[in-house]
């Protein structure tokens, strides 16, 4: 029989294996629920500091996540955003950036606007745009040119490429110094070099996210 000590040794044993798990469960998933929770602003607040309020509150979520070296798949979303569950499944094959379509709907309009990668296969080839209007008709245009702005409700990207993004490629030559703006150094990634971005789903032939705009339309005179 085992004595008290071996006994009392175990039992410290199976309690720290257990906070270790617990700490790898955590880790493994951080970069998944980070973005989820980051995006909030006061509803009093204008559409424009709210939007600065959110890319501000997404770089501090990045820079805890390089500080600590969380290895991951990092997504942001909003609390509008709904998922096809299979698209969390499409997210584990990304080794660099992934980029797919989104929907997005806005309050007060009868209208569907999609927008996002045109792809071969899961290359990247190029960006389109679909205006999806109350009658039911679709405006569509496409284009190998870079969009101005990268929505972030479309890409997600590995994680390390925020404390080694040689491994990637080169910087952004509009901006060098990431360190200043790594949600900025991320888009401008995605955007300058299609290569490097896998298409959600293959072909990027099916909307597996929506997101709905609830900022106030602005008025035409």
Same mark, same amino acid.
């Given at each position: 029989?085992?004595?008290?000590?071996?006994?009392?040794?175990?039992?410290?044993?199976?309690?720290? $294996? *257990?906070?270790?798990?617990?700490?790898?469960? =955590?880790?493994?998933?951080?970069?998944?629920?980070?973005?989820?929770?980051?995006?909030?602003? @006061?509803? *009093?607040?204008?559409?424009?500091?709210?939007?600065?309020?959110?890319?501000? &509150?997404?770089? !501090?979520? =990045?820079?805890?996540?390089?500080?600590?070296?969380?290895? %991951?798949?990092? =997504?942001?979303?909003?609390?509008?955003? !709904?998922?096809?569950?299979?698209?969390?499944?499409?997210?584990?094959?990304?080794?660099?950036?992934?980029?797919?379509?989104?929907?997005?709907?806005?309050?007060?309009?009868?209208?569907? !606007?999609?927008? $996002?990668?045109?792809?071969?296969?899961?290359?990247?080839? $190029? #960006?389109?745009?679909?205006?999806?209007?109350?009658? %039911?008709?679709?405006?569509?245009?496409?284009?190998?040119?870079?969009?101005?702005?990268?929505?972030?409700? %479309?890409?997600?990207?590995? *994680?390390?490429?925020?404390?080694?993004?040689?491994? #990637?490629?080169?910087?952004?030559?509009?901006?060098?110094?990431?360190?200043?703006?790594?949600?900025?150094?991320? &888009?401008?990634?995605? =955007?300058?070099?299609? *290569?490097?971005?896998?298409?959600? @789903?293959?072909?990027?032939?099916? !909307?597996?996210?929506?997101?709905?705009?609830?900022?106030?339309?602005?008025?035409?005179?």
């Amino acid at each position: 029989m085992g004595s008290s000590t071996d006994h009392a040794a175990g039992a410290r044993g199976k309690k720290q $294996g *257990s906070q270790l798990w617990k700490k790898a469960l =955590l880790h493994s998933s951080l970069c998944f629920v980070m973005g989820f929770f980051t995006g909030f602003a @006061p509803s *009093s607040v204008s559409d424009a500091a709210a939007g600065r309020e959110r890319h501000h &509150q997404r770089n !501090v979520a =990045l820079g805890h996540i390089e500080h600590h070296r969380l290895a %991951g798949v990092v =997504l942001f979303a909003g609390l509008g955003d !709904v998922f096809d569950l299979r698209f969390f499944d499409e997210l584990r094959g990304i080794s660099a950036f992934g980029a797919w379509p989104v929907a997005t709907m806005r309050r007060g309009e009868r209208k569907v !606007v999609v927008r $996002g990668p045109a792809c071969s296969s899961a290359a990247v080839t $190029g #960006w389109f745009s679909q205006d999806l209007g109350g009658s %039911g008709t679709a405006a569509a245009s496409a284009s190998t040119a870079r969009p101005g702005e990268l929505d972030v409700h %479309g890409f997600a990207f590995n *994680s390390s490429v925020l404390w080694d993004p040689e491994r #990637w490629g080169r910087y952004p030559t509009s901006e060098p110094d990431k360190s200043q703006d790594s949600m900025k150094f991320v &888009q401008q990634v995605v =955007l300058e070099d299609f *290569s490097k971005v896998k298409g959600i @789903p293959s072909d990027c032939s099916e !909307v597996m996210v929506w997101h709905v705009d609830t900022a106030a339309p602005s008025l035409q005179n």
